[in-house]
């Protein structure tokens, strides 16, 4: 019976002699019931006690869990074994939003090092204390995945080339197989019984050990930060605004690079001086390979605003009427399209030059970063420094995937 049943029962016991014994009640009938309560009594005390018991210890458990939590000596919840529950042996599981706190506490932590004053202080909490010091006891402090996110994003946005290419994030060596050349078909009809021909195709390895790029975002003592998340966010801002022209600017690089980049023979110079003309661009066209490999982003012409409206513009057919379609995106990159291809506006390239090519076949890696560090500058001018810091390299896995045309000059 449990504890309901056993109130039910006495309760009755009790109105059936509230006026007395009832009559026809015999003294032995009175006897049984008298000691029929006492008995109800008892275990309806017992049952009392133990929950009260377990009332009390379940309070005493969470009073220490919060004492715990707010020292930061609580187990962070993926550190408890599933086996063990607060039920079976009294472990009480902390449930802290450790991620959300280190976010907090690395922004305080880089202010602090920046030397700038966070209106609502820079001291750390217990809870982010305590996130801080496990996510950092045998490491740095390491920028949190949200931030490298909206960085990574915003250089993606703006760094259009960079943002086009393929991308890997291993952390040690990194090697593109070049395809380089097929002298002989992939596949082929035979006869019945008949050994295929053998495929043969041209390769070369190249590791790919990781470039350095870095762009310090400065703030003078004047400026003043109002809150932290005003404060992460002029970071994730200025930091990805800084990176983004160096790491497309890298891009390009290696794009031209006479070993990573573009096969020599796919830089070539338009017919007429100062001018294109659509047999360069369908020479430019004619000239891409891809050896098979997937380009799902298709070929994509890059160039600054002066190349794509005074020369890629300009071309015209018979009629006067331009090959450039001038067609927007939600890419803003995008200017348009001629004979079917993307023209994205690159501000990477030089006066003068297009690039045209397989993005997808531009391949990278991000060996370390978006890392963030902030500092005092020791020139005197007490300006607050922040370093963004990237370790990228990338590399065309097929040389003849781009083709650069260069304006005939004279």
């Known amino acids: 019976m449990n504890l309901d049943d056993l109130l039910t029962e006495l309760q009755a016991l009790i109105d059936k002699y509230a006026d007395g014994t009832p009559e026809g009640t015999t003294g032995d009938e009175a006897a049984q019931d008298e000691e029929r309560m006492a008995q109800l009594t008892s275990e309806i005390e017992r049952i009392t006690n133990e929950q009260k018991t377990a009332r009390d210890a379940r309070s005493a458990a969470l009073a220490h869990a919060r004492s715990a939590i707010e020292s930061g000596n609580a187990a962070v919840v993926s550190n408890v074994p599933l086996a063990r529950s607060a039920n079976a042996t009294g472990v009480v599981q902390d449930k802290t939003d450790y991620a959300a706190a280190y976010r907090r506490a690395w922004v305080k932590d880089v202010a602090t090092r920046g030397g700038i004053q966070l209106a609502g202080g820079n001291d750390f909490n217990t809870v982010e204390r305590a996130a801080f010091t496990h996510t950092t006891d045998n490491t740095g402090s390491v920028v949190p995945k949200e931030i490298q996110d909206q960085i990574i994003t915003l250089i993606d946005n703006s760094a259009v080339l960079f943002g086009d290419a393929s991308r890997s994030n291993l952390k040690n060596q990194f090697e593109i197989v070049r395809h380089k050349a097929i002298t002989a078909g992939d596949a082929g009809k035979t006869n019945e019984g008949v050994a ?3 495929e043969q195709n041209s390769f070369d390895t190249i590791s790919l050990v990781g470039e350095e790029i870095k762009k310090t ?7 003043a930060v109002q809150s932290m998340d005003g404060f992460e966010q002029y970071i994730i801002n200025e930091v990805a605004a800084r990176l983004s022209v160096a790491a497309n600017a890298f891009c390009h690089e290696r794009v031209g690079d006479a070993i990573l980049g573009i096969a020599s023979a796919n830089k070539v110079t338009s017919g007429a001086t100062k001018k ?4 360069d661009i369908t020479k430019a066209l004619a000239l891409l390979k891809t050896y098979g490999n997937p380009t799902t982003k298709g070929a994509i012409f890059y160039g600054n605003s ?38 994205k506006q690159d501000d990477s390239m030089a006066d003068g030059t297009l690039l045209v090519g397989y993005p997808d076949l531009l391949k990278g890696n991000v060996f370390d970063g978006i890392d963030v560090q902030g500092y005092v500058a020791t020139d005197g001018s007490q300006k607050h420094c922040f370093d963004g810091y990237l370790l990228y390299d990338c590399g065309l896995v097929v040389p003849e995937a781009f083709v650069e045309i260069s304006v005939k000059q004279a």
């Open 196 to 198: 295929p021909t053998d």
């Open 217 to 223: 975002v400065k703030m003078s003592r004047k400026m």
């Open 276 to 279: 294109l003309s659509k047999a």
């Open 306 to 343: 002066d190349m794509i409206w005074n020369y890629l513009a300009m071309i015209e057919d018979t009629t006067g009427r331009s090959y450039f379609v001038d067609e927007k995106t939600e890419d803003p990159a995008v200017q348009g399209r001629i004979f079917g291809k993307l023209v």
